[in-house]
């Protein structure tokens, strides 16, 4: 049988704009993983480095995470609802994911895709699941894994999340018009301020290691053991408060786009983000081939990196918008929906011709 794709006025616009907000903050932080970093020495990188944790670290990850759960939801609900056999293309749609992130984690060893397509298999049974229990298995395994602090525990959970809030038909509301937005991001505003105040308090006063370590066997100077446990009690209550700054991060982007000069702003995210696979991969390209060429190797200040990241993401919003000007899909986007369904999906977008007017006086 040959299946399709979901249609273009079926998309929920306000998820591609999530997904290219997510985009946005992901390669700050990837980029510590992919480059040498130095030890924070000036005041512009400490700053840099705090404002890293504080508003960037466990931020847009967890969105990327809840809107894969959320797209794991849609997906399903969707091909059910055209009658197709759902559980074969999203089983065809997670393998591909999983050979694209195993190639992807060959150059990025903290890439996420990989992880994600392995939990996309693992929780299919959940989609059946009532919304109630994969609620609760979501807060409570997140709450869990925040407590022992470890981030890649909160994915499969959040994930889960992200299919629970498909299940009570979030995006539906959204679309309508969430009830209670500006409570909602008022209470987020505040609960953000509050967990990012005992960061500050927790922080230690001294730059942080770029890498997090624990030494097996061995003891550190006492000054650098309480810098180091400090930086893991402030990683832990960042991976912890989350979700918290992540909800408020949406419920703005939502009030923004209420309005109409603010929608017309954000407009170009709405194209990144329709090509969120193409440009996390390309990302890590970017950043390696940079690094490599101009750096070759050698150790990278937290402000170069930081304006690194700035110049590739405005370049990419940039090709992103201009490639969709004339093609229906991102290049791995293409890709992957032609593996789903097995069938040959033109890229190119058809572009109508103008119509010409007989202006003959016929008799």
Request: with cysteine; aromatic share 16%; hydrophobic share 55%.
């Amino acid at each position: 049988m040959n299946y399709q794709p979901v249609l273009k006025q079926d998309r929920m616009k306000f998820l591609d704009l999530f997904r290219g907000f997510s985009l946005i903050g992901l390669p700050f932080v990837n980029v510590l993983a992919l480059w040498v970093m130095l030890k924070p020495d000036t005041r512009v990188d400490f700053w840099i480095q705090r404002a890293l944790y504080f508003w960037v670290e466990a931020r847009f990850y967890d969105i990327f995470c809840f809107l894969f759960g959320l797209g794991f939801y849609l997906f399903l609900s969707r091909s059910a609802a055209k009658g197709q056999t759902k559980l074969f293309l999203y089983i065809r749609r997670m393998l591909i994911l999983l050979a694209l992130g195993y190639i992807h984690q060959q150059y990025q060893s903290g890439e996420a895709l990989f992880l994600y397509a392995i939990i996309g298999l693992v929780v299919i049974p959940l989609y059946w699941a009532p919304r109630t229990v994969n609620l609760v298995i979501g807060v409570v395994g997140f709450i869990a894994a925040a407590a022992i602090g470890v981030k890649m525990l909160t994915i499969p959970f959040l994930i889960i999340l992200g299919l629970s809030a498909g299940q009570y038909q979030l995006m539906e509301k959204i679309q309508k018009g969430l009830p209670y937005l500006g409570r909602i991001w008022f209470i987020s505003f505040i609960a953000s301020i509050v967990g990012i105040g005992i960061m500050w308090w927790v922080a230690p006063p001294d730059a942080l290691s770029p890498f997090l370590y624990e030494v097996i066997g061995a003891s550190l100077p006492v000054a650098e053991q309480a810098n180091m446990d400090a930086a893991f009690q402030l990683e832990h209550i960042g991976v912890a408060i989350g979700p918290v700054v992540s909800i408020f991060y949406l419920s703005t982007l939502l009030r923004w786009n209420q309005n109409m000069t603010f929608a017309k702003m954000l407009s170009p995210l709405h194209v990144f983000g329709r090509m969120a696979l193409t440009n996390y991969i390309a990302q890590t390209i970017i950043l390696l081939v940079v690094y490599q060429l101009i750096f070759a190797d050698a150790a990278v200040s937290y402000t170069v990196s930081t304006l690194v990241c700035i110049g590739m993401v405005i370049v990419q919003v940039i090709a992103s918008n201009l490639w969709m000007r004339w093609f229906q899909y991102g290049p791995l986007e293409w890709v992957w929906r032609c593996g789903t369904y097995l069938s040959f999906i033109p890229i190119r977008k058809k572009h109508s011709k103008p119509r010409v007017h007989d202006t003959r006086v016929r008799g």
